[in-house]
C-alpha cells in the first residue's frame, strides 16, 4: 500500500528513553524525509536526505537523529533532549528531478507516557 | 528559510457551492507548490501541483493559481462535495537545477466542511 511503510503505527515513550520509528520504501526514490505533524501546526521538516549517507536538518531538527545507510530506509531517533515529543511523525519519500511528489507513509503516533 | 501563511484554517461551503483556499509564501527561490489532501486518520495525498513557470493549472474540479510577483497561490474547487470534506495543505518548496529538492514547508491547513 503505497510502497513506503512506517512502523509502528502506534509507540509509547518513557520519559527520559530514547527510541526509534522506522520509515522503509520500496519506490526507488532517492530522497526521503521527516514531518512532525502537531493539531493547528501542519507539517514540520524534521530532517531529510537525498542520497544515501548524507542528510540535512530542517526547520525543527533538535532533539532527533537521522541515519540513511540504505537507500530504502532512513529511521528517525527521537532522543531524550527533544522537549516534547508527543505527536504524529510522517515519513515521505520522493524522486530526484522534476517530479517531486512527495508519497507519505501512514504515519507513528508517538505518546511520552 | 522558506514561511508558508495559509488561510483560512477553516471553511465551510455548501455542497456544489466552489471553495478558495490560499496561501502565501515568503522565498522568491521557491518554484514548486504542492497541495496535499488528509482525511482524517489518513496519510496525507497530493491532488495537484503547480511550478513557477506556470500560471495556472487544472484538474476536473480541482484547478491551482500561482502569482509569482505577489508569492501567493490558491486551490479552487468547484461543484464540492461531501467527500471534498478534509483538511488540506498547501506547501513550498525549492527544486534545484541539478535536480532533487529542498524538504516541502507547508502551511497550517484548512479544514474544509462541505455542508449538505
Known amino acids: 500500500d503505497g510502497g513506503i511503510t512506517q512502523s509502528p503505527k502506534y509507540l509509547f515513550r518513557k520519559e527520559g528513553q530514547n527510541v526509534t520509528l522506522s520509515c522503509e520504501q520500496n519506490l526507488n526514490h532517492d530522497a526521503m524525509y521527516w514531518y512532525r505533524q502537531d493539531p493547528g501546526q501542519g507539517l514540520r521538516l524534521i530532517y531529510y536526505s537525498q542520497i544515501v549517507n548524507d542528510f540535512q536538518k530542517g526547520d525543527i531538527a533538535e532533539g532527533y537523529s537521522v541515519s540513511r545507510e540504505k537507500k530504502e530506509s532512513f529511521p528517525l531517533t527521537v532522543t531524550s533532549a527533544q522537549k516534547n515529543p508527543t505527536a504524529f511523525y510522517l515519513c515521505a519519500s520522493s524522486r530526484q528531478g522534476r517530479n517531486t511528489e512527495a508519497f507519505f507513509g501512514q504515519g507513528t503516533r508517538l505518546t511520552v507516557v | 528559510g522558506e514561511n508558508v501563511e495559509q488561510h483560512p484554517s477553516t471553511l465551510s461551503v455548501q455542497e456544489g457551492d466552489s471553495a478558495v483556499i490560499k496561501c502565501t509564501y515568503s522565498?522568491?527561490?521557491?518554484?514548486?507548490f504542492p497541495w496535499y489532501k488528509q482525511e482524517l486518520g489518513k496519510r496525507p495525498q497530493l491532488i495537484i501541483d503547480?511550478?513557477?513557470?506556470?500560471g495556472e493549472k487544472k484538474d476536473q474540479r480541482i484547478a491551482v493559481t500561482l502569482n509569482k510577483t505577489a508569492k501567493h497561490f490558491s486551490l479552487h474547487i468547484t461543484e464540492t462535495q461531501p467527500e471534498d470534506s478534509a483538511v488540506y495543505f498547501c506547501a513550498a518548496s525549492r527544486m534545484r537545477s541539478g535536480g532533487g529538492a529542498d524538504g516541502l514547508t507547508f502551511g497550517k491547513g484548512t479544514h474544509l466542511i462541505i455542508q449538505p
Open positions: 503547480i511550478r513557477s513557470n506556470v
Open positions: 522565498d522568491s527561490a521557491s518554484n514548486y
